[in-house]
Each structure stands twice: as structure tokens, then as C-alpha cells.
């Protein structure tokens, strides 16, 4: 069975930064696409962040391009998402995904985390 599990959020100032992480269990993830999209209050789920694991390639939204960096630890499994220069309108809640395909997964990937909540305030 396969689990995502997110850690790392949390409340900021506006211009700060915070780590989150995403520990994947339950297969080998060597040939899979991992990353982490975010849900704000009203508003509906959006990608974020695309890292796969095969190849060490990554895409970004343009939203966070430049602020956010995602990268991931092989050994440990897990998936991170570096986030600097956070902006009130970051605020949502995050959450990992993983799909075998790096297409499918920015768009409607097969496993999802329970998210992790993450507020900036300004």
C-alpha cells in the first residue's frame, strides 16, 4: 500500500521560508514522478512542482518558479519542497503526489498525501 506523508508546514511572515517534506512508503519509487500541489480557501487544487526520481528533472509552476526549489532524497525515499520568499498568496494546503508518469502527475496523479497546512501571513 502506498503512503505519502507530508511534514513541514506551518504559519510564516510573509518573505520567509519553509521546508516541506514527503516521505514516500509502500513501493520503489525509482521509476516514479513525485511532487506537490496546493489547495488555498475557495480556489481549486493546483500543481505546484513535478521532480522525477530517474532523472533528477523538475518542473515548476510559474507561480513559484524562482522562490521554490523541489528535490529529493532517494536513500530516504522522500521528496521536498524548499520554499523561499513565501507571499500571503502561497497560503493553501499542500499536498504530495506520485504517479509513474511526470505528464499524468501534473495533471491528476494516482496517490495522494493528507496534505500539510501552510500560512503566510503579511
Known amino acids: 500500500q502506498v503512503q505519502l506523508v507530508e511534514s513541514g508546514g506551518g504559519l510564516v511572515q510573509a518573505g520567509g521560508s519553509l521546508r516541506l517534506s514527503c516521505a514516500a512508503s509502500?513501493?520503489?519509487?525509482?521509476?516514479?514522478?513525485m511532487g506537490w500541489f496546493r489547495q488555498a480557501p475557495g480556489k481549486e487544487r493546483e500543481f505546484v512542482a513535478a521532480?522525477?526520481?530517474?532523472?533528477?528533472?523538475?518542473v515548476y509552476a510559474d507561480s513559484v518558479k524562482g522562490r521554490f526549489t523541489i528535490s529529493g532524497d532517494n536513500a530516504k525515499n522522500t521528496v521536498y519542497l524548499q520554499m523561499n520568499s513565501l507571499k500571503p498568496e502561497d497560503t493553501a494546503v499542500y499536498y504530495c503526489?506520485?504517479?509513474?508518469?511526470?505528464?499524468?502527475?501534473?495533471?491528476?496523479?494516482?496517490?495522494w498525501g493528507q496534505g500539510t497546512q501552510v500560512t503566510v501571513t503579511s
Open positions: 509502500g513501493r520503489t519509487f525509482s521509476s516514479y514522478a
Open positions: 503526489a506520485a504517479d509513474q508518469s511526470m505528464a499524468v502527475l501534473s495533471t491528476n496523479p494516482h496517490y
Open positions: 521532480y522525477r526520481w530517474s532523472v533528477g528533472n523538475t
